[in-house]
Each structure stands twice: as C-alpha cells, then as structure tokens.
C-alpha cells in the first residue's frame, strides 16, 4: 500500500529539480565578454604595433605601404639618420622633453600635494570657496589658457625661453583636487596632532608624515603631469619659435610638416615617433605599483 506525502498548507512551494531550471548562459556571456576585451586590446596595441615595424622601413616601403612587411629590417640606419639630422636636433629636443616633463611634473606633484594637504588639514576663511575656483579650473580646456599665457609671458619678457612651457606645466587644478582626496583617505588627523604633540612644526609634518602617508597619490599625479607635459603640443607651438627649445612633440611636426617636400623625412618621424613612447613606458612601468594603489584608494574615497 502505497501512501502519498501531502505539503502541509501554507508551506513554501518547492523549487524545481536541478535539471528542470533553465541553465543561464554563462558561456555566452564569458564569450562576449572576452571577445570584447580581445577587440580592445588589439584596437589599444594596434598602432603600436604598426610603429614597431614601420620605424625599420625606409621611404620606399613606407609610400607604398610595405609598412607592416617583415623584409627589410633598417632599423639602425634609421637611428644612425635621426641622430645626425639636423646636427642631432633631435635628441636636443628629446632633452628637452624631459626637462619640461620630469622637473615639471616632480615639481608639479609636490605643490599638488602640498595645496591638497592644506585643503585638509587647515581651517582658514573661504576655504570651501577657494576650493571651488580651484575646481572651476579644472572645467576650462588648457587651450583655452594658451594666448592668455603668451600674453602674460610677453609682459614678463619670458616668450620663446624654457620659462614660458616649463612654468605654466606647474600648476594642475586637477591634481590639487585629486591629493585632497588622497589626503582625506591617507592622512589621519590623530597622527597629525601627535607629531604636533612631540614638537614637529608644520613643515617637518608635512614632509616627514603627511607627504609619506600620501605618496601613491603623489605618484599618481606625478604620471598624470608627466604625461600631459610628454604629449603637450599647443603651449610650446604657441610660445616658441626656436627650434632648440621644441620638445619632440612639436620637433617631430616640423619634420612632418616637411615630408611633402623632403620625403626623406618619412622614416624620420616614424622611428622619432617610436622613441618618443619610451619613456612613457618606462614611467608606467616602474611605478605601476604606487599608481595601481592609488587609483584604488581615490576609487574608494
């Protein structure tokens, strides 16, 4: 004799058996997902890619578009030719570069910090009101502010000198907003007021305490400038006109301005171009650790 169970009233209705609940598509998902990522990262590495191999060509192969072909390999040539044209100008501009780019953005980052730290820890009249021009600096585009600064430099007498491009590369309303926000996540007002407490002045807290506590953000910004400062093309064609002040930026669209009448210079711009991504990389590379920490830390802020 067969006995049926009976669900007593009220109770919860069953879920199906496992076989009966519809399957998500996970695999479909996984499959999108990663055919997007692949897509971006070939649309990301691309060019690079194409400046790899069209670097080690020569004017012929690149007019006709054997720029992706692996015969051919001049590689040195093009090196030995970028560095005697010109008297080597162009590793005067690649010095250059990086005087505007590396003093510029390590000064930069420290006055960030510093005018961040000061927003956070400090309480002064119209503080919340400053902070708000400083933020209303970050809306109005650099190129914008580009014949103002000539202006400003021709009244100062600093047009066509490494003041007019290096000076304006100081000053990032950005920054200053981003090492506030450092500054609120990383630098506790406790350890402040101890340091006060052993007698440490505001100085020696800034440097020996806040400025520590708070370099993944130095870092971070740090690549920000530097990388704005490398890429930079309209202040230094706005305020220069001696070509051995020009960072490689405008150095190589000179060169490129040329190519119509001087096809030689093709392969010039190309393995100029090349180099110019180097310290980019490097710069990446090597404080990809601090700049990881603090993406996540201003994330979570």
């Given amino acids: 004799m067969t006995t049926t169970a ?5 109770a919860p209705p069953r879920r199906p058996a496992r076989a009966d609940r519809p399957r998500r598509p996970w695999t479909l998902s996984k499959a999108a997902v990663n055919g997007t990522l692949v897509l971006a990262t070939v649309y990301t590495l691309w060019p690079l890619g194409w400046l790899l191999t069209a670097s080690a060509k020569n004017t012929a192969d690149l007019l006709g578009g054997n720029a992706l072909g692996a015969d051919n390999f001049r590689l040195g040539e093009n090196l030995h030719d970028l560095a005697t044209t010109g008297d080597g100008i162009y590793f005067r501009w690649y010095l ?5 780019a590396g003093i510029g953005s390590l000064l930069c980052a420290l006055v960030c910090v510093a005018a961040g730290y000061a927003f956070h820890v400090y309480r002064f009249p119209g503080k919340e009101k400053l902070f708000g021009l400083v933020l209303l600096g970050v809306l109005v585009p650099t190129t914008a502010l ?9 009244e100062l007498g600093i047009v066509n000198t490494f003041w007019a491009v290096f000076l304006p590369s100081l000053v990032n309303p950005f920054g200053v ?3 506030r926000v450092f500054c609120a996540g990383y ?4 350890v402040l007021e101890a340091a006060r407490m052993d007698g440490a002045g505001e100085l020696r ?4 305490i806040g400025l520590r ?9 740090l690549l920000f400038q530097f990388t704005a400062i490398w890429n930079n093309f309209f202040l230094p064609l706005v305020m220069l006109s001696d070509s051995r ?13 040329q190519t119509k009448a001087f096809p030689e210079y093709y392969p010039l711009v190309i393995t100029g171009s090349l180099l110019a991504v180097v310290p980019l990389v490097l710069a990446f590379v090597l404080l990809q650790r601090h700049w990881k920490a603090g993406l996540t830390a201003g994330s979570v802020k």
């Fill in 96 to 100: 250059n570069s990086l005087l505007y």
């Fill in 177 to 179: 907003y981003l090492a």
């Fill in 187 to 190: 630098v506790p007002n406790e």
């Fill in 213 to 221: 506590m708070v370099m993944p953000g130095f870092v971070t910004i």
């Fill in 146 to 154: 580009a014949l103002p600064m000539y202006l400003l430099a021709s």
């Fill in 6 to 10: 009976t669900r007593p009233s009220g």
């Fill in 205 to 208: 807290t800034f440097w020996s």
């Fill in 245 to 257: 002040l020009f960072p490689v930026s405008l150095g190589l669209f000179s060169w490129n301005a």
